[in-house]
């Protein structure tokens, strides 16, 4: 990593002082001056700085703990010529963590009788408890009756690794057997408190004690959802559970697939390494530490607030840190300009990894982001009304295991507003959606997708939807392989829900991409929307490319009067104005839009596109003509297909048989090499294409999604 050359620099390090000057990189022979020991203090020399000229503060290698939020204002700016760079040490490894490590000599055996009773046998050996009030930390009196993720309690790390809250089954869910009572439906304004019951097959629930506290994690009614809800009530004799609070949408098979759930921070199913339980009432952790660990450093996370901040900043650059251990997001830039965050690694977080909220031109670019409870990499800015774009960006950056608390809606990538770009980036290894676009003109390109929406339905890699006036976004030369689930409604790779319409999807590879289901899904779906356009792309192995599920004319005059709990009364009329300019003017398309359209307009157009090995082409509105589509069973001239490279070489039948088709760039995809990229993570055995895919982090076992 480069060191920035600025007159202006300041050093601070684990063996500082802070009462020092922070001229020195480390402490003189006579120990009476050297660097500074908090970034609090860097911050406060910082600003006294000549505005001039350039500054930067490096931060030795070591762990510092911060209690509330390090924050960048205003007046810690810099200028355009003159950025104020914040940046780790060449070559060591900088912690700002919101986590607390604990003492090993603080784990004791479990001795009390009342305790090792709920523990099964074959934990008693091995499970450890902390006392936590004796470190002076205290938890809150119980979970939450019902929440989505984990409530603001701490969380286990051993060795930079998230632990399990205990939880059964230990891998995969159990099944509803039966729904007793489907409760009230509060989705639907359902006031009423009536909880649901279920029956259930197993004796695992017998020895649970509703009374200390037992909370169920599941897919209550749609596989695009999970609540936890706590149990009130175990009968035993009829082996049937019930809830004490109603579920969103009620108990109700609202997917084809099993309703499915588990039992999580459970002292009677402390058995097996990596797991551990908050006793919120004793005020302890019992662990069963994880197998094969040498010298276990375990660290609890408790800091709430973003770790780092920038707020209202401009020109200001933050490099090389690794942000962890946190209760809320890693690092947030609000407002200003300019702001980049390059070459850091944001991870074990309960919330975001990196989160951008307005402002103009901030760049994320080469950090690695990865277990986090729900979003990765979230990018929001510029202004819907004027459709001023606000230019920010996401770049190569490797964004992996997210979605770890909140198994859904919890994307990797999200870009919203107007005017955004993502780039580059490697997105992999969730539960459900990766990516989520909301508002205009974003761009989301040559980035790679891979193993997401692997255990839920109805759902999409990308997804975009509900509100027909975001549009004008470009999905182009991305790359996107091994996405979905068989579990009965659905999945695909770019979604667009609930009446979506006016965007592009171009000169993508489709590998392997989604699941018809038992309707119409398809690789690239439409649901109720249209005005999209499919050109350029190449679909191998995908069951059916283009699929779409039209609305018929009362459902649409329905949404567009209000109905159809799409709320367009309040998106197309009154957040924005689609029958004004700017929005006719930049998408004539809009015009008389509110007046309704007849079904044999609301169509989506596919033409230049390669279908290879593919069962079906297309589906619903989908004009896709064969003249202007080749779907083909032979080789059309891929480079080496057999080995993942679906590049198409300079005698390709594809050349003839659509012309003015373009080759994609693959090789563009994905991670590239740079001074903050330095090496690329390896290639999976069955990535499609060159720089397509990369197998996990060493380290942490493999991912089994969720806590």
Known sequence: MVQPVAPQTLYVSPCGNDSWSGRLPEPNAAGTD????????????????????????????????????FVLGPEDSGTPDHPVIWQAAAGEEVRLTGGLELPRQAFVAVTDAATLDRLQPLAHPHVRALDLTALGISLPTGLPDSFRGWPAVPELFCNDCR?????????????????????????????????????????????????????????????????????QDIDRA??????????????????????????????????????????HAEGRIYVWPPEGTVLPRFALSLLEAPILAVEGAVDVVLRGFVVETGLGDGIVVRDGARVAVEGCTVRNLRE???RVEGGQSHRIEACDVHDVGTEGVVLSGGDRRRLAPAGHQALNNHIWRFSRLQFTSAYGLALGGVGNRAAHNLIHDAPHQAVLIHGNDHVFELNVVHHVCTETDDCGALYKGRNPSCRGNLIRHNVWHHIGST?????AAVYFDDGDGG???????????????????????????HDNVATGNVFVECLRPLGSAPWPDPLWLEALQGGADCFWNEKLRQEVDISQPPYTTRYPELVGFLDGQPAARRVNRAHGNLMVNCRQGSSG??????????????????????????RLGPDAAVWRRLPGFEPLPLDQAGLQLSDLRPGLVALPANGPTPRTGAQLSPGCPPPVSGI
């Not at 908090?38 to 209690?67: C, F, H, K, M, T």
Request: glycine share 12%; hydrophobic share 30%; aromatic share 12%.
């Open 34 to 69: 050297g660097p500074v020991a908090s970034l609090v203090r860097a911050r406060e020399r910082l600003r006294q700085r000549d505005r001039n000229q350039s500054a930067a503060a490096i931060v030795r290698g070591g762990r510092y703990p911060q209690g509330s939020s």
């Open 163 to 231: 632990l399990t809250p205990a939880r059964w089954p230990n891998q995969g869910w159990a099944h509803v057997a039966r729904i007793v009572e489907s409760g009230a439906r509060p989705r639907d304004g359902d006031t009423s408190g009536r909880v649901g019951t279920f029956a259930y097959a197993e004796p695992e629930p017998d020895r649970w004690r509703p009374e200390s506290g037992v909370w169920l994690q599941g897919y209550w009614c749609y596989d695009w959802y999970d609540e936890t809800l706590r149990v």
């Open 238 to 279: 009829n082996r049937c559970i019930t809830l004490a609070r109603p579920h969103l949408y009620s108990l109700m098979q609202g997917n084809p697939s099993p309703r499915r759930y588990r039992a999580l921070n459970l002292l009677e199913e402390l058995d097996e390494p990596g797991e551990y339980v908050l006793d």
């Open 352 to 354: 975001r990894g990196i």
């Open 487 to 491: 579990m009965g409604h659905g999945s």
């Open 503 to 529: 965007d592009a999807v171009v000169g993508n590879l489709f590998y392997r991409c989604g699941d018809p289901g038992h309707g119409s899904f398809g690789t690239v779906f439409s649901h109720g929307g």
């Open 621 to 646: 509105n989908w004009q896709a003509p064969e003249a202007t589509n080749w779907h083909t069973d032979d080789d059309p001239g891929f480079v080496d297909a057999p080995n993942g490279d679906y």
